[in-house]
């Protein structure tokens, strides 16, 4: 098979990752700008791992990083360069295929989420991105929803709250308080 | 013959029969559960079993190891999100099978073939351990590296797309598997000065992002799509659909045996490389790789059970943990009085049969759970998307924030998540990514100690790798490999060919 | 019944800070391994804590924080609140971090509920290494330089802190040393012949010398070991060493220093209960390690001493990135 052969002609978003996104012969919008933030990023994590150690030694620990980012450098430069040569897809845009609104908003949330979990607790931010995200992707009324997400979100924290003793971040309610009570009245009922 | 006989201790104890049973159960669930890992909830058994006698808690455990090694192909499968890291090569196939409504299928071949690789791993266990034990201890930090190697040149058969691209991808991985603290040396790499960074980036969470998450931005495009129906009525593969398997299988098996009993590789990398030996012996697959062939699942489940037996084999003659989970159970026989290492088959022989016994049950459970709660699994992919989505993001921030209790690794898993998105649009492989940061530690660590050992002396280096045979066997493999990539192996090849036809 | 539960909804409705000593604990403890799941810090808590929780009547859950040579755990605990809610299970390293350039903080920013045990040092072999003792070993480094290979853990490792033992008492020798991350790794490879010598805690070794994987070359102790009653003691080959020893890893529990003194002493005593019971003790026992059960001013001692004493002997070995009286820590 011909090594450069991407993906089939259906998907081209990548669908799943043994059929990666993209075309052969044209590049998506984007495409160019990625490779080329790819190749300096690259590049400046080269110059960072040369000021780990240097050429200090073969077994310097800034060694290998060295040679894969130098690797990594390299690389998405001849990506670059053969993604500049080719021409545009003309039937494809940045908003309609690439970024949509709704990935946008969905990467939004994503951030608020991860910037909330600490203060407010995994409780509430879980529970209102799941009422949030479910309202806005089903577009079904408020019982449906509201059932929906509590329902599940009550099914994660048993299993990894309860049954794992993960410690998710517990912010403003007190959530341990409310465990202790119910293992109290378990031992309780157990005498 | 008195100890051998231990091996029936299970069946003669319904209460250890159950437990065995249970275990296996919660471990095909934990496994499927991106961010549940076997690791966290074996040692979570140590204090909960801690007042127990030591067969239950420890048939507890082997329950829970095995079926959580094969539970990762289920969501792998039906969502393309490796449950567990040693399912991330089940994806590369079960995923376009599910796809096209084929998932019943693939998960009936998975899970036969994963028990025949549990059963060759416990063959193995129980019939050479001191041996390939033996094999293991030989190899020096040049053979680790050199596997290593071997291990990176997989990118080439793990990237689909562009060759360039997967290598990038590769070195990507590789590189994010160096941030943080340096664990030889305690120097930092690629912190920037940053105290949250100095811990590294957790590789559980790098791949629930590049993953669960880019997945479900991806899925976000067509949430009105409507899902696939799945058939399930052709759960069972024929027999003859396992016999057309076997030889690839018992191939397979071997490779997974052997990385499972090397201590500090586990069945990742066994699953990985099981995966590109597939797609090397197999000239005429009925479906292309990465399109749904068989051959892609056959070969990283039959090797990921294999080495669970396989990192049995250290542990029990010498006390060397073969994996993260065998670690945790030498713990975990200490709390309970025993002594692993190697006097621990000359003074309890019977618990090594025990465990081969435990190990042989939860094999057999596993085939049971695994054909039978099939139907509500498939359920899932069912779901409608608007739903699906939210819970794999959500699964997928409470997954990587549990490993490490660390709300960094949350912020890497979303970083890593957008990162993937634009990667798969572009046609970046994910794959190499994953194997890069599994195989990150091994070729640093090694490849210093190596080198560390020859006192810097490339020259030194070289001549211990030509005078050792194991070293020069996987020096000439990493070439043969390595060549047959590359463009110049083709034109040669063709030549040759022409000639003699 | 009608008690607890209103205790219970009034910790619920008010917040966590109400609780009083005489209440503690009214909610679930969080325990921080420093270490990761199956190592020698994470075996010892995880089989006295169970003990302790008995004695206190709480729940302590525990959980493994690793990463950046246990700083993160470290940091972790030192941020949370000083409420008996947060404790840090941890080993030794901490009280290197400062000279280590490795952080900021060691225990001194905490308070010891409990000082549980001690490692001994042992320098073991590959079994074919061409000595059985530590004058032939020393002797054979002297005889061909930059050959024998020695294993290491990183600096401030178990392993940096013999070396530099054995640098300081024996005058510079010239090894290879050949870093792994952490004492069981490096007692394979010894095993498999990568390395031919490795300074171990006897616990991780003491099964593999009984079965005669690998041999003993000899303990770094003040005192002959009752598990290996055979082996030398290393100052009986050199008497210099009796300076510096004995000297050992150890574990400890530990809570922000601010915590309030009687949850110290509630938490102490559950501990100290806890460390006495005879399965814990038999299980250090068979481990080879040696219980010390301390608390208070004494364990504040113990590590202020182990402080000085090895920092100054890495800063002399010229290991230290930073000289130990930047911060404040006194030459023994």
New interface residues.
Partial sequence: MDPEFRGDIDHHDGTSDATPGGYREKRRPGELAFALFLTLASLFLLYSAYGISGFEALSAPGAIPMATTLVMAVSAGIVALRTARLQRVTTETLSKDILPVTVIVFIGFLIVFGLALQPLGFVLTAALFLIVAIKVLAKRGWGYTLAVSLGSLVVIWIVFRVVFTVLLPAGILPEAEFIQFFRTLISKGAF | METFLAILTVFTQPELLALVGIGTFAGIYIGA?PG?SV??????L??FT??WDVYPAISLMVGIYMGGVYGGSRTAILL?IPGAPSAIAT???G??MA?RGEAGQAIGVTTVMSFFGGLIGILVLALAAPFVSEFA?????RDYMLLAVLGILLVGSL???????G??AG??G??IG?V???????????T?DF?IM???ISFIAVMIGM?G?SEA??Q??N?GMKAVRQKIDKIVPSFSTIKTYLPLSLQTSTIGVIIGAL??TGGDIAALMAYDHAKRVTKNPKI????GAMEGLVAPETANNAAVGGAFI?MMT????GD?VT?????AL??H?L??????M?DQPDMFWFIIGALFTANIFMLIFGLTGIKIFTKIVEM????I???I???S??GA??V????TD??WM?GF??FG???????????PVIL?VIL?RL???N???A???E??D?GRFFHGVFTSPLSCVLFVAVILIFVSQTPLWTAIKKRVFAKTS | MSRKLIGALVAFGLSASVATAQEYPTKEIQGIIQWGAGGSTDTVMRSVTPHAEAALGGTVVMQNMTGAVGAIALNYVADSKADGYTLLMGAENPMLYKIMGLGDKDYSEFTPINILARGTPILVANNDAPFDDYAGMMAYIRAHPGELKMGATGPGGLPSVITAMMNTVEGEMDVISVPYDGDGPALTALQGGAIDVMPAVLGASIESIRAGAMKPIAIFDVAQNAKLPDVPLVTSANEGYSKYLPWGPFFGVFTPKSTPDDVVAKLSAAYAEGAAHPDFVKLMDDRGFTMMGISGAEANDFLSKWQQGTAWLLQDAGLAKASPEEFGIARP
Avoid at chain 2, 288 to 291: M, N, Q, S
């Fill in positions: 559960i549940l690791t966290m909830a074996v040692s979570i140590i204090s801690f007042s393309n994806a590369m196939d995923y376009p796809q201890l030989t190899f020096q930090p990237s689909s797309g562009s060759m360039v691209k290598i990038f070195a990507l590789i590189a160096a943080g603290r340096d664990p030889l040396t305690f120097t930092e790499r690629f920037f105290q100095e811990g590294g993953f998450v931005l991806i976000l495009q949430v201590p500090g292309p790789f990465g399109k250290p010498l006390g060397i943990p993260a670690a945790i159970m030498i713990g200490f709390i009085g002594n692993p290492g190697p006097m621990l000359i409608p998307r608007s739903v989505i939210p819970l993001l959500l699964l921030i409470v924030y549990a490490n209790n660390s709300i949350v912020y979303l998540g957008v998105y634009f990667m798969r649009h572009y046609g970046y492989p994910l794959g890069g990150s070729l640093d660590d490849w210093r100690r080198i560390i050992s006192r810097e490339l």
